[in-house]
């Protein structure tokens, strides 16, 4: 089983990147699904979710609007678009899903600076 982030990098204020989530050895869409990013000095951050089945969506107030959560099932990866990007957003960004979040990607870096 493999979670593998992509799509990461450097990025000036107010741009935008798209990160990936590529799942081996399990059916990704089957269960919750999130991702959760570490800011430099700073505790884990939830930043958003989608349930299986309906393909619900959740979001942390600080990114709500500006980030989009999905997925493809064909592709069984998960993928966050992020726009409008702020300094405060640089961080690692983890995928994590499966059954109680079992699976965890090794992370991806945004950096947004100028």
């Known amino acids: 089983v493999q979670l593998v982030e992509s799509g990461g990098g450097l990025v000036q204020p107010g741009g935008s990147l798209r990160l990936s989530c590529a799942a081996s050895?399990?059916?990704?869409?089957?269960?919750?699904a999130i991702w959760v990013r570490q800011a430099p000095g700073k505790g884990p951050e939830w930043v958003s979710a989608i349930k299986p089945g309906s393909g619900s969506t959740y979001y942390a107030d600080s990114v709500k609007g500006r980030f989009t959560i999905s997925r493809d099932n064909a592709k069984n990866t998960l993928y966050l678009q992020i726009n409008s990007l702020k300094p405060e957003d640089t961080a690692l960004y983890y995928c994590?899903?499966?059954?109680?979040?079992?699976?965890w990607g090794q992370g991806t870096q945004v950096t947004v600076s100028s």
């Open positions: 050895g399990f059916t990704f869409s089957s269960y919750d």
């Open positions: 994590a899903g499966g059954w109680n979040m079992r699976y």
